[in-house]
Structures are given as C-alpha cells and as structure tokens.
C-alpha cells in the first residue's frame, strides 16, 4: 500500500499498472463504509480483463487515510467530487473512467456533471441520487446492526476508527438536513457514457435511482441485475466485470450503448 498527501490528508492507495496502452485508467471510488481493503480483489479481477491501469484509493476518513477534520454536512458527496481533480492530477490520471460504488457511485456522477471535459465514462453501481424512505430505513436498520452485533469488529479489519467511519455515514445521512438531498438536476450535464448497474434486491434503494440517471444524462445504458442486492460487485462480480469490458469495448469504438 502507498500514501499519497493531498491538501494536507495523507490517502493510501493502490496503483495497479496498465498492461495494454491506449485505454483509458480505472479509479475507483468507494462506498460510504469502504476502503481500499473493502472493495478486496474486484479491481484487480478488473484490471487483468482490461489491461487498463486501475488506481484506488480510501478517502478522508476511510481505511488508513487522514481521520476526517469536521464532522460531515449535506455536501459532503459534492465536496469529494470537487476534491478529486486534485488527487488525480497528483497521479497523473487524465481522463480516467470512473467506478463508484453507492457514494461513490454518487461521487463519479457529480464529478462528470462539474468536470464534463476531463472524465472518458462512469459506471456507478447502487449510486444514489436523491433520498429514498428505502434507503433511510436501511440505514436505521443498520444502525441497530452496528450497535448489537459484529459490524464494528468487521469495519475494525479495515478501518483505523470503525466507529468514526460508521457514524460519519449513518449520522449524516439520518441528519434532517440531508432529507431533501437531491443530485439529479446536475445530471443533463453529464456528456461522458454512463453504465448504471443496480440489483433487484437491493436493500437500501429502488430502481429509480438508476432510471432517473437515464432520464437526466445523454447517453445511459442501464444493467438491472437479479439476485443481487446493494453490492453488484460482490454479489455478482461476474457479470459486473462482463458489464465494464462490453462497456470498455463501445468506448474504444464510440459505439454507443
């Protein structure tokens, strides 16, 4: 694992390089609970079917990173989208596809909407776009979860402060102030192809948070997967892995969706 210092945090990171060139980076960007760690061996499994370079890493806050300085507010989402021209630039990533996961789903449509020049895609798994009661009841359900049974000793594996992490999330999130969160008039300015993916099962949203991507951005293509909850990735790696190689393919080719 590597460190990078941006702004004053210290990040970890891991750096995987390309294999074949010509093709755009992967970064991932992770969930509202995840880390490097977290996301265990899905970029890596990305990485040898692509050959692109993939780059991760754990935000403020998250794995071994700097601890967050303030407690999180309303836009905490778009703060980390506007943060991440910076960490790019310091790695010498231009025109990355992104990959985020629930926030970090979230993360990549706002950083395409704001910085509609400097992104090649987005694929964004369980992103959320406005505050569904599904997702607030899943939160409340979690924190019960967290507070009885063994959450913390399992954030504990990947986290410096499992607490800190569960709390910034959870707290934020059930905050009044967050209610009328709401990201989907930012979506018509996304101009980069977008490959939403969400399961049927998932626990803490319904499918309009992905069907609304395609109302809002140019060019969308959705992937609604059975069997699958609130993480594509490890419920059904497989065919998420497929969904971003045909994805890769159609940017290559300008083919769209």
């Known amino acids: 694992m590597a460190f990078v210092t941006i702004d004053g945090a210290t990040l970890e990171y891991d750096d995987l390089p390309a294999r074949h060139g010509g093709r755009p980076s992967l970064v991932f960007l992770h969930e509202g609970l995840g880390s490097v760690a977290m996301w265990r061996d899905f970029p890596a499994r990305v990485a040898a079917a692509t050959g692109c370079r993939v780059f991760q890493w754990s935000r403020q806050g998250h794995g071994w990173s700097s601890p967050l300085p303030a407690p999180r507010t309303p836009r905490y989402l778009h703060e980390e989208a506007e943060r991440l021209p910076t960490l790019l630039a310091a790695l010498a990533i231009e025109q990355p596809l992104l990959i985020g996961h629930s ?4 993360i990549a449509l706002l950083h395409a909407a704001a910085f509609p020049e400097q992104v090649a ?25 967290y507070a009885s049974g063994d959450w913390r000793q399992k954030l504990g594996r990947h986290h410096r402060d499992p607490d800190a992490v569960f709390h910034a999330w959870h707290d934020v999130w059930l905050a009044p102030a967050y209610r009328t969160w709401d990201i989907t008039a930012c979506l018509p300015s996304i101009r980069c192809p977008v490959l939403a993916i969400q399961g049927e099962d998932d626990e803490y949203a319904t499918m309009r948070q992905i069907e609304c991507i395609a109302d809002g951005a140019a060019e969308v293509e959705l992937l609604k997967l059975a069997n699958c909850g609130h993480s594509p990735h490890r419920d059904q790696p497989e065919a998420v892995c497929e969904a971003i190689v045909r994805f890769l393919a159609r940017l290559d080719t300008g083919e769209p969706g």
Do not use: Q, Y
Request: proline share 3%; glycine share 18%.
């Open 103 to 106: 926030d970090g789903g979230s």
């Open 121 to 145: 895609g987005a694929v964004v798994l369980a992103p959320h776009e406005f505050v569904e009661d599904k997702a607030l009841d899943g939160i409340r359900r979690a924190g019960i979860s």
